[in-house]
């Protein structure tokens, strides 16, 4: 693989139910990201991690968690969805650094019922 | 108000056009300023980075930052169909070490042949 990969590519969810998007980046990318991006309001962040073991909170965190348990995986978790959590969801990357692009994954989209 | 403001369309255009896609802010500091493009169901690449006022050219496409009036542009010249997608402006900063990375609502751009 070269990038950033995610899983599913698009996902239907009973309200209610449990769901982690899967997000995997082979570029030993210290930051990893989650975004949101819904119509009009562009990309939002949910979560970040600066490092492996780290977290934090972005813009629009409630209703989801993540974890970053090693270098490459950054997992997005949504603990009982709701319809509002209806939207496309981007995984995004960073070599730590003064500048440095970020790179996006291709996106999951999910539709919450 | 928010940090970044774009104005979304959605903008058409006949075929090598010269288009121009602007953003304000309001947040100083702000030190890099980038563009990227999506592609319809895909994830924003990098178009464009600049850090300093002025300008910036890169074949077809010029980005301009003025600081002064916290005003950032991007231009295409003789625009191609190929370059119909959404154009997302995107700002940083450096807060305690960490990127923060502030995103326009994105302008969806279709190139007439």
């Known amino acids: 693989i070269a990038g950033i990969t995610q899983a599913p590519t698009s996902q239907i969810l009973a309200a209610g139910r449990r769901m982690t998007l899967r997000c995997t980046q082979d570029m030993r990318h210290n930051a990893m990201y989650w975004y949101r991006q819904d119509l009009g309001l562009g990309l939002r962040l949910i979560h970040y991690?600066?490092?492996?073991?780290?977290?934090g909170k972005g813009e629009v965190p409630d209703g989801y968690s993540v974890s970053r348990a090693n270098t490459d995986d950054f997992p997005l978790t949504l603990a009982s969805a709701v319809p509002s959590q209806t939207s496309v969801y981007f995984c995004?990357?960073?070599?730590?650094?003064?500048?440095?692009?970020?790179?996006f994954g291709p996106g999951t989209r999910l539709t919450v019922l | 108000q928010k940090e970044v403001e774009q104005d979304p369309g959605p903008l058409s255009v006949p075929e090598g056009a010269i288009v121009s896609l602007n953003c304000t802010y309001s947040?100083?500091?702000?030190?890099?300023f980038m563009w990227y493009r999506q592609y319809s169901r895909k994830g924003p690449e990098l178009l464009m980075y600049t850090y300093s006022s002025g300008n910036k050219e890169d074949g077809r496409f010029t980005a301009q930052v003025d600081k002064s009036s916290k005003y950032i542009s991007l231009f295409i010249r003789d625009s191609q169909p190929s370059d119909s997608a959404t154009y997302l402006c995107?700002?940083?900063?450096?807060?305690?070490?960490?990127?923060?990375?502030?995103f326009g609502q994105g302008t969806r751009l279709t190139i007439n042949p």
């Open positions: 991690s600066n490092t492996a073991g780290t977290t």
């Open positions: 995004a990357s960073r070599l730590d650094g003064t500048y440095n692009e970020q790179f």
């Open positions: 995107a700002m940083s900063a450096l807060l305690l070490g960490a990127q923060k990375l502030v």
């Open positions: 947040n100083s500091a702000f030190q890099y």
